[in-house]
Nanobody
Framework: EVQLVESGGGLVQAGGSLRLSCAASGFTFDDYPIGYTIGWFRQAPGKEREGVSCISISDGSAYYANSVKGRFTISSDNAKLTVYLQMNSLKPEDTAVYYC??????????????????WGQGTQVTVSS
């Protein structure tokens, strides 16, 4: 089975930085025969789940929501099966539970949650003013 585990959340002040990690395991050819995409999503209290960023593991192409462009950077260490989200210049509105998720590689570029098949448990990010 596919498992995704997020880590790296915490409490930071506005303007600070944080790096989230998403460790993946359990992939099989049957699960993702041509590769996969990892996305980061977030959900703040009282709000809908929002796509933040995603990366295609096959070619490294990355995509970002407009709200985080220029501040967040997604990257992958394929040998470790880990995807990172470097978050800089954090704002209070970035406060949310952050989730990583896996999808078929042809989903690359999509920040729609329904496109993703497997989800981690989430990690809390709190940005104070």
């Amino acid at each position: 089975e596919v498992q995704l585990v997020e880590s790296g959340g915490g409490l930071v002040q506005a303007g600070g930085s944080l790096r989230l990690s998403c460790a993946a395991s359990g992939f099989t050819f049957d699960d993702y025969p041509i590769g996969y995409t990892i996305g980061w999503f977030r959900q703040a209290p009282g709000k809908e789940r929002e796509g933040v960023s995603c990366i295609s593991i096959s070619d490294g192409s990355a995509y970002y929501a407009n709200s985080v462009k220029g501040r967040f950077t997604i990257s992958s260490d394929n040998a470790k099966l880990t995807v990172y989200l470097q978050m800089n210049s954090l704002k209070p509105e970035d406060t949310a539970v952050y989730y990583c998720a896996a999808a078929q590689d042809w989903v690359a570029g999509s920040l729609w949650a329904y496109e993703y098949d497997y989800w981690g448990q989430g990690t809390q990010v709190t940005v104070s003013s």
